[in-house]
């Protein structure tokens, strides 16, 4: 049975935001959720539901989407899909494309695109130009966000001309908003008004269950007129937005237009009514969780608090800006974006080839023509090679002794690589210390080349040992030598006397930015991701602390999750000079015996598979390590965390380094 709980949909959470004929509707669905047991009746169920509560609660729309999913994937088949199965196709489609456009206002840009060129394929197989309108619309957002807006533009315009060519008008209001937002951020203020008036004129053919698109052509327009120094007309429109996104219960457009106005009242000093309007709007983009709008907002209320002279909330809200625009443009997310269209343009690429196969096979006394010529073509080409013979023979003994150069000095390359890999091996803590304190353990460690950027350490002091489980920036030789430096400045830390695991990472903290003089500005701003946890020994008590890598506990009553802070250790977090200081919160828990306690860094989850192309889930991930847990020793666990890894992985390239370790507790 699929349905659960905490997976169906509570009206009560928003009630104030939904009117009385969305109430009945999920009264409905909740109510054929129950009772049916066609998964075609219950996915479309579940869909509707989440398309309900996506303006008004997007975690809940998620949850009701990833369980649509769910039933869809079990029921269907990829690579034999034929059209008795389109309609849960369309569903599962329509729910993939959805969840595309969370992950992408949550900053994963990674899932937003493996799930929108997913549901892209899905739509293309269908022939669903509406559908595919709409993915071009969510990929070329996330260009957007990582300020590539020839690509936006690029996919935008596509969105729009099957818009058109449908007369889909919510749909073609839609495209053009997104156009105007490309000219706006281009500086072409003029073309970005023309496309926002003629969506203004085109939505009051629009019903009133679509308005979401109304509200942010208003705050674009109110932008666009701000832009120009027309206020008079700007402060109309912006006020439109906010009006009608509160009837509504939006936040997208009200956040933009509380924005406008903030910066309107900045413009003529009206300080205090500019910070009221800038944290209304910093508020609203944090409620929805947008990483862009929260960036905009944030580095608006850094400039109005400094103007005011409250530098220190001014450098907060500062550093919450770079953060946002970090998360969104970092070469990571390009990178993927790059590889993900480039697939999906191989695949549509092969499905043409195949139809265009019975065409061939029409042609082919005409192809046999055409070989006969291609025939000659090659007798002439071979005369014309040997005339160019004796100039490749003369070449010959250079490029042999060029070859040779060549092979020697890759062979010092490598030599010099598994000599740096035998170095960053002899950091690794012995095997034989972990028999001596516990009762059990696994260490899955898999880097992406021959050194690599993940490490574990385990260190004992007295009755308390100290696990150490980090991740640094980068793969490679770039990875290997901040995992080397990191492991030893580590090592001189815990040396030092400290043993509670907040301290551990502010101190690495301060050492990376000294070694690595980032305070200075330098170009090299690396660091890590780590979860450390010191264990008493005798006592069971055990301490965490982390920098966006957590930890998770496994009980005989299930598993606890301890989270981590989300900032991570080194890098420049400097203003004038001034370093800002990061605290790592110390989460306090009793280990039991028999308790299982597992670190593992991101190569694990984030490894795209598992037949669909995704990435991995850590719900996924933590079930995966669950059930290694179950064999009977070390080795066995960890063959069986390889085993599903590379299951998971198939055909695919691997992303980065592997580290997963556990340990079962045994008082001493």
Same mark, same amino acid.
């Given at each position: 049975?699929?349905?659960?709980?905490?997976?169906?949909?509570?009206?009560?959470?928003?009630?104030?935001?939904?009117n009385?004929?969305q109430l009945?509707?999920?009264?409905?669905?909740?109510?054929?959720?129950?009772s049916?047991?066609?998964?075609?009746?219950?996915?479309?169920a579940?869909?509707?539901?989440?398309?309900?509560?996506?303006?008004?609660?997007?975690?809940?729309?998620?949850?009701?989407?990833?369980?649509?999913?769910?039933?869809?994937?079990d029921?269907?088949?990829?690579?034999?899909?034929?059209?008795?199965?389109?309609?849960?196709?369309?569903?599962?489609?329509?729910?993939?494309?959805?969840?595309?456009?969370?992950?992408?206002?949550?900053?994963?840009?990674?899932?937003?695109?493996?799930?929108?060129f997913?549901?892209?394929e899905?739509?293309?197989?269908? !022939?669903?130009?509406?559908?595919?309108?709409?993915?071009?619309?969510? @990929?070329?957002?996330?260009?957007e966000?990582?300020?590539?807006?020839?690509?936006?533009?690029?996919?935008?315009?596509?969105?729009?001309?099957?818009?058109?060519?449908?007369?889909?008008?919510?749909?073609?209001?839609?495209?053009?908003?997104?156009?105007a937002?490309?000219?706006?951020?281009?500086?072409?203020v003029?073309?970005?008004?023309r496309?926002?008036?003629?969506?203004?004129?085109?939505?009051?053919?629009?019903?009133?269950?679509?308005?979401?698109?109304?509200?942010?052509i208003?705050?674009?327009?109110g932008?666009?007129?701000?832009?120009?120094?027309?206020?008079? !007309?700007?402060?109309?429109?912006?006020?439109?937005?906010?009006?009608l996104?509160?009837?509504?219960?939006?936040?997208?457009?009200?956040?933009?237009?509380?924005?406008?106005?903030?910066?309107?009242?900045?413009?003529?000093?009206?300080?205090?009514?500019a910070?009221?309007?800038?944290?209304?709007s910093?508020?609203?983009?944090m409620?929805?969780?947008f990483?862009?709008?929260i960036?905009?907002?944030?580095?608006?209320?850094?400039?109005?608090?400094?103007?005011?002279?409250?530098?220190?909330?001014?450098?907060?809200?500062?550093?919450?800006?770079?953060?946002?625009?970090?998360?969104?443009?970092?070469?990571?997310?390009?990178?993927i974006?790059?590889q993900?269209?480039q697939?999906?343009?191989?695949?549509?690429?092969?499905?043409?080839?195949?139809?265009?196969?019975?065409?061939?096979?029409?042609?082919?006394?005409?192809?046999?023509?055409?070989?006969?010529?291609?025939?000659?073509?090659?007798?002439?080409?071979?005369?014309?090679?040997?005339?160019?013979?004796?100039?490749?023979?003369?070449?010959?003994?250079?490029?042999?002794?060029?070859?040779?150069?060549?092979?020697?000095q890759?062979?010092? @390359?490598?030599?010099?690589?598994?000599?740096s890999?035998?170095?960053?091996?002899?950091?690794?803590?012995?095997?034989?210390?972990?028999?001596?304190?516990?009762?059990?353990?696994?260490?899955?460690?898999e880097?992406?080349?021959?050194?690599?950027?993940?490490?574990?350490?385990?260190?004992?002091?007295?009755?308390?040992v100290?696990?150490?489980?980090?991740?640094?920036?980068?793969?490679?030789?770039r990875?290997?030598?901040?995992?080397?430096?990191?492991s030893?400045?580590l090592d001189k830390?815990?040396?030092?006397?400290?043993?509670?695991?907040?301290?551990i990472?502010?101190?690495?903290?301060h050492?990376? @930015?000294?070694?690595?003089?980032?305070h200075?500005?330098?170009s090299?701003?690396?660091?890590?991701e780590?979860?450390?946890?010191?264990?008493?020994?005798?006592?069971?008590?055990?301490k965490?602390?982390?920098?966006?890598n957590?930890?998770?506990?496994?009980?005989a009553?299930?598993?606890e !999750?301890?989270?981590?802070?989300?900032?991570?250790?080194?890098?420049?977090?400097?203003?004038?000079?001034?370093?800002?200081?990061?605290?790592?919160?110390?989460?306090?828990?009793q280990?039991q015996?028999?308790?299982?306690?597992?670190?593992?860094?991101?190569?694990?989850?984030?490894?795209?598979?598992?037949?669909?192309?995704l990435?991995?889930?850590?719900?996924q991930?933590?079930?995966?390590?669950?059930?290694?847990?179950s064999?009977?020793?070390?080795?066995?666990?960890?063959?069986?965390?390889?085993?599903?890894?590379?299951?998971?992985?198939?055909?695919?390239?691997?992303?980065?380094?592997?580290?997963?370790?556990?340990?079962?507790?045994?008082?001493a």
């Amino acid at each position: 049975m699929y349905l659960t709980t905490a997976l169906l949909a509570t009206p009560e959470l928003v009630a104030g935001q939904l009117n009385t004929r969305q109430l009945r509707e999920i009264d409905s669905l909740n109510l054929l959720i129950r009772s049916t047991k066609d998964p075609v009746e219950k996915v479309e169920a579940y869909a509707n539901l989440g398309e309900i509560y996506y303006v008004f609660d997007m975690d809940t729309a998620a949850s009701l989407m990833f369980t649509a999913n769910k039933i869809a994937i079990d029921a269907l088949s990829f690579c034999e899909l034929d059209r008795k199965k389109e309609p849960m196709a369309r569903f599962l489609s329509s729910s993939l494309s959805n969840l595309g456009w969370y992950y992408m206002n949550k900053g994963k840009i990674a899932m937003a695109l493996a799930h929108n060129f997913k549901s892209l394929e899905i739509h293309e197989y269908l !022939r669903n130009d509406r559908g595919k309108a709409y993915c071009y619309q969510n @990929i070329g957002e996330i260009y957007e966000m990582q300020g590539d807006d020839k690509s936006a533009m690029r996919f935008f315009r596509m969105a729009n001309e099957i818009h058109t060519n449908l007369r889909y008008i919510s749909g073609m209001t839609g495209s053009l908003d997104l156009m105007a937002e490309v000219w706006l951020q281009r500086g072409e203020v003029d073309s970005a008004l023309r496309l926002l008036l003629l969506a203004e004129d085109l939505s009051n053919d629009i019903k009133q269950v679509e308005l979401y698109n109304l509200e942010e052509i208003y705050a674009n327009i109110g932008t666009a007129y701000l832009t120009k120094g027309d206020t008079a !007309r700007s402060i109309v429109y912006n006020f439109k937005a906010l009006e009608l996104g509160r009837s509504i219960g939006s936040k997208s457009g009200l956040s933009d237009a509380l924005r406008n106005l903030s910066r309107i009242d900045l413009a003529r000093n009206n300080l205090e009514s500019a910070r009221q309007y800038a944290e209304e709007s910093y508020d609203a983009a944090m409620e929805l969780g947008f990483p862009d709008r929260i960036k905009k907002a944030s580095h608006l209320l850094s400039r109005i608090e400094a103007r005011l002279g409250n530098y220190k909330k001014a450098l907060k809200a500062y550093q919450s800006f770079n953060l946002m625009r970090d998360s969104l443009r970092n070469n990571f997310n390009q990178r993927i974006s790059l590889q993900l269209e480039q697939k999906f343009k191989y695949e549509q690429d092969k499905l043409l080839k195949t139809k265009q196969y019975d065409r061939e096979m029409e042609l082919e006394s005409l192809e046999q023509r055409r070989l006969r010529v291609v025939s000659w073509m090659g007798l002439a080409t071979l005369l014309a090679a040997l005339l160019i013979a004796w100039s490749i023979l003369r070449r010959y003994n250079v490029i042999r002794k060029q070859k040779k150069t060549i092979g020697a000095q890759n062979q010092q @390359i490598l030599k010099g690589l598994e000599y740096s890999r035998e170095i960053q091996h002899a950091l690794l803590p012995p095997v034989n210390q972990f028999e001596k304190h516990f009762s059990s353990h696994f260490v899955f460690f898999e880097p992406l080349e021959t050194v690599g950027g993940d490490f574990y350490s385990v260190r004992v002091i007295g009755d308390i040992v100290v696990i150490v489980c980090a991740d640094c920036t980068g793969h490679g030789v770039r990875g290997g030598l901040m995992s080397t430096m990191s492991s030893l400045l580590l090592d001189k830390t815990i040396h030092s006397g400290r043993t509670d695991p907040g301290e551990i990472l502010a101190r690495l903290n301060h050492e990376i @930015i000294r070694a690595l003089h980032q305070h200075e500005g330098r170009s090299i701003q690396d660091g890590m991701e780590m979860a450390v946890c010191t264990l008493n020994l005798k006592t069971g008590k055990m301490k965490f602390a982390g920098a966006r890598n957590g930890m998770v506990i496994f009980r005989a009553g299930g598993a606890e !999750r301890l989270k981590p802070a989300m900032f991570p250790v080194g890098g420049e977090f400097m203003k004038k000079g001034i370093e800002i200081e990061r605290r790592f919160e110390v989460i306090n828990t009793q280990l039991q015996p028999g308790d299982w306690f597992c670190m593992y860094t991101d190569g694990y989850a984030e490894q795209i598979g598992g037949g669909n192309n995704l990435p991995m889930t850590y719900k996924q991930t933590e079930d995966l390590i669950a059930a290694a847990l179950s064999m009977e020793n070390p080795t066995q666990i960890r063959l069986k965390l390889a085993g599903q890894f590379a299951e998971w992985q198939g055909e695919n390239q691997r992303v980065d380094d592997v580290c997963v370790i556990g340990f079962r507790f045994k008082p001493a």
